[in-house]
């Protein structure tokens, strides 16, 4: 299966009908990939409900989930430029994705490339909720590492996808915005707790989709 970068971009090439994202061995890939590739991250509650109230910035769970925020916010910009850009480098992936994620990215943007596409336009995030945050770091190698569960709102109004002869390949109907779950996880996060953060998975949501940005 295709990366959810499909469902998000509404692509006519092929179907999207699944949702969640197909679970897929991981790389071991340089430092940015955990001790054990094939362990994903362990989540005490994987649809965890949305919080009360929000961490406290100055508090451990509080600086996590505003370094997974900006980890994802990154992501994003980075998929986008990479999209854009015949022949770019994919190893700027390893800087902000992980696990199942940093391998089914690299896949759909080869892909792309091979077909000659690319992205024009960069898609805007509406909004980010951050549902839970979990700093248990006691097994890193079986996957049981610290975890921010954060909800995003994409907008992809002003983002196509055109083939080699400058068609698009984006479907009429497609909704220009979605919500996705994504899971950002920090295998290194006892030497590097601020920067180890890489979104290690997602799955999109269907909910009440929100305003454009």
Known sequence: MEPRMNH???LKSWA???????????????NSQPVDPTASPTVANPTPPAPTT?????????????NATRTLRDYFRTIDELAR???????ALDAVTTSTELTAEKK?????????QRQVGDTRLAALKVQSVDLDNSD???GTVP??????????????????????IVSPNRPDTGWTRYTVANYKYAADPSGGWRVASGQDLEQTPCASS
């Open 54 to 66: 929000s961490p406290s910035p100055t508090s451990p769970s509080g600086t996590a989930a505003s």
């Open 147 to 168: 975890t921010v569960i954060i909800d995003v709102c994409w907008d992809v109004s002003e983002v196509d996808v055109l083939r080699e002869d400058g068609k698009s």
């Open 85 to 91: 850009t015949r022949g770019a480098d994919l190893n």
């Open 140 to 142: 890193p190698s079986a």
């Open 8 to 10: 998000r971009l509404g």
């Open 16 to 30: 999207t009908g699944a949702l969640v994202l197909a679970a897929v061995s991981a790389c071991a890939d340089g």
């Open 108 to 116: 759909f943007l080869r892909d792309q490339g091979r077909r000659g």
